[in-house]
């Protein structure tokens, strides 16, 4: 029996697209995901290092998700449509058709991953210029970043790609054109990957300076000239053909939209926490910090001044919460690292077998696994004799060297479950004390950070979570909602529509906790040498580099 007041209930589609899947759900005014669907996308690797998506795949699985979610609901009902997505790189034609980012010309093919590290060289030239507007980015540009894709492409693929490229779109400025047929672009993605700044715009004399002054001759217009905040109304809604392919009533609101950590961050880092026993209770947001953990993590901690913080994205003004400068840190793989680690084991086809066996994850019978062999120690403890320093793909923050590389210090001639179980123990705690290293070089700097809000697919992880919250010495809280980033795309749409005044009205009341996971402090002193442990791992490897350095 449904009541007048549920009859009444107006939804938002918020739609993300991940590294190798697009999502999409149905979320109520009230931050309820009512409906959720998921597809896979396609990832080239053509050679190490190069990733590579293709935009067509992606905007096929974005309508798929789409119609799956609100098959049987009252279209009247969905007021607004937001997106977000990874920070990826897609590139269209003058006519807005593909162009391919590789050399065997394969148009389909014309997104380069925003994990792609092949423009090495042109981000230690880029970096080398030492300009101004590096000091927004930690002092170091990311390969992950734009310019230097953009650099690759124009001096690789000049004549099959730059010349005849009509656009430059991060992804979740791509979908938001797709949807609404206008080429705006959102302040966060430009603020954050492209070196715009919220006062001053592009600065021409950085686009100069390393050698695509092609850009600013047009006046940006293939990168974007017209900007809007997250969640603001783009053009004139869904275009007929958008509505059509999305399964979605035509000139609903979409919003500009937001990378996916950016998502994640809004959908959990403004929720209510009065009852909880919080620290950040009675405190300013900016006491918060959102940390987003899927295929990689990021770090989002706010603030009502600009800080910057060496090896960490930012600040960013008004780049996730309106009014409130970004301070992004993170780390390239985690969830990527840990499925690299266990899969990559010997011992990995008996663990699938039994996994399979008792109809659970693998890494729920990894979990109840070390419970087995723990006896009477804590779990966490078992790692005592086994180190790992987790930068496989390059550190991101706050040492910014993707040349790092992934260390195992303890290692035995074993090769059962035992040793499967104890590397993976070891990995989690390894990302969590890469964690532990940004939260206290942002705190150094000037950011007062006492609660952790975790959100993303290794968030779902009870052991991940607990040994976040025993290795930084903060409580964890994991919103009541697991698809934390969806509601963060949902409030945008939710905002473009008008139902609510600001986005941070809509985060209050769409935003809600779950649980709350408390540090355990008697295990204080143990984490406080694992991480004198993890220090010295990083210090030890550049003696090594140094040592061999010439060969």
């Known amino acids: 029996m449904h009541s007048k007041k549920q009859t009444s209930v107006k939804y938002y589609v918020g739609i993300d697209v991940g590294s190798a899947s697009v999502r999409a759900a149905l979320v109520d005014e009230f931050g309820t995901v009512v409906a959720h669907a998921e597809q896979p996308i396609q990832i080239w690797e053509p050679q190490p290092d190069h990733y590579e998506q293709s935009s067509a795949d992606i905007w096929a699985a974005c309508c798929t998700v789409t119609k799956k979610v609100v098959c049987g609901i009252d279209a009247s009902r969905i007021r607004g ?6 920070c990826s790189l897609v ?41 101004r507007v590096l000091s927004y980015v930690g002092g170091v540009m990311s390969v992950e970043m734009q310019p230097p894709k953009l650099l690759w492409i124009k001096e690789n693929l000049q004549e099959s790609c730059w010349e005849k490229a009509g656009y430059f779109f991060d992804l979740p400025d791509f979908l938001s054109w797709k949807a609404t047929g206008v080429t705006a672009r959102s302040l966060c993605t430009l603020v954050c990957k492209w070196t715009y700044t919220s006062d001053g715009g592009w600065d021409d004399s950085f686009w100069n300076i390393i050698g695509l002054e092609d850009l600013v001759k047009d006046k940006y217009k293939k990168i ?16 007929p053909e958008a509505a059509k392919d999305l399964g979605l009533p035509e000139g609903i609101a979409v919003a500009a939209s937001l990378i996916d950590a950016h998502a994640g961050g809004l959908g959990v880092i403004g929720a209510d926490v009065k009852g909880h026993n919080l620290p950040c209770e009675n405190q300013p947001i900016t006491s918060r910090v959102a940390m987003i953990c899927g295929t990689s993590s990021c770090h989002m901690g706010v603030s009502e001044t600009p800080i910057f913080v060496p090896g960490v994205w930012g600040p960013y003004f008004s780049a996730m919460v309106p009014g409130l400068w970004l301070n992004e840190g993170g780390q390239s793989a985690t ?19 039994k996994a399979a066996a008792r109809a659970q994850s693998i ?23 086994l180190h790992v320093w987790p930068d496989f793909h390059g550190n991101r923050s706050p040492l910014t060297d993707l040349t790092l590389k992934g260390m195992v210090v303890g290692l035995t001639l074993s090769r059962g479950l035992d040793e499967l179980a104890l590397i993976y123990l070891a990995t989690i705690q390894a990302i969590a004390l890469g964690t532990r290293h940004i939260l206290e070089t ?110």
């Open 81 to 86: 449509v937001g997106f977000d997505a990874t």
């Open 91 to 131: 590139v269209v034609d003058k006519q807005f058709q593909p162009l391919a980012v590789n050399s065997e010309g394969q148009n389909y093919r014309n997104v380069i991953m925003w994990m792609d590290h092949r423009a090495v060289s042109q981000v230690d030239r880029i970096n080398a210029t030492k300009h």
């Open 224 to 239: 974007g000239n017209h900007v809007l905040s997250p969640g603001e109304s783009v053009g004139k809604g869904l275009t």
């Open 335 to 353: 969830g990527k690292l840990i499925e690299h680690v266990v899969r990559g084991h010997v011992a990995f086809p008996e663990l699938q077998s």
């Open 363 to 385: 890494y729920t019978y990894l979990n109840s696994h070390l419970d087995l062999i723990k006896k009477s120690l804590p779990v966490g403890f078992l790692t005592v004799d």
């Open 442 to 551: 942002m705190q150094a700097a000037g950011h007062h950070l006492n609660t952790l809000f975790l959100c993303g697919g290794l968030s779902k992880n009870p052991l991940f979570v607990q040994m976040h919250a025993d290795i930084t010495g903060k409580p964890v809280v994991l919103s009541k909602e697991v698809e934390s980033v969806l509601v963060g795309a949902a409030i945008l749409g939710a905002c473009a529509s008008g139902d609510f005044a600001s986005i941070q009205e809509a985060m209050a009341k769409m935003g809600k906790i779950g649980r709350v996971v408390q540090p355990n402090h008697e295990h204080k002193r143990f984490y406080d040498k694992k991480y004198e442990v993890f220090l010295k791992l990083v210090e030890h490897q550049r003696e090594y580099r140094a040592i061999m350095k010439g060969f």
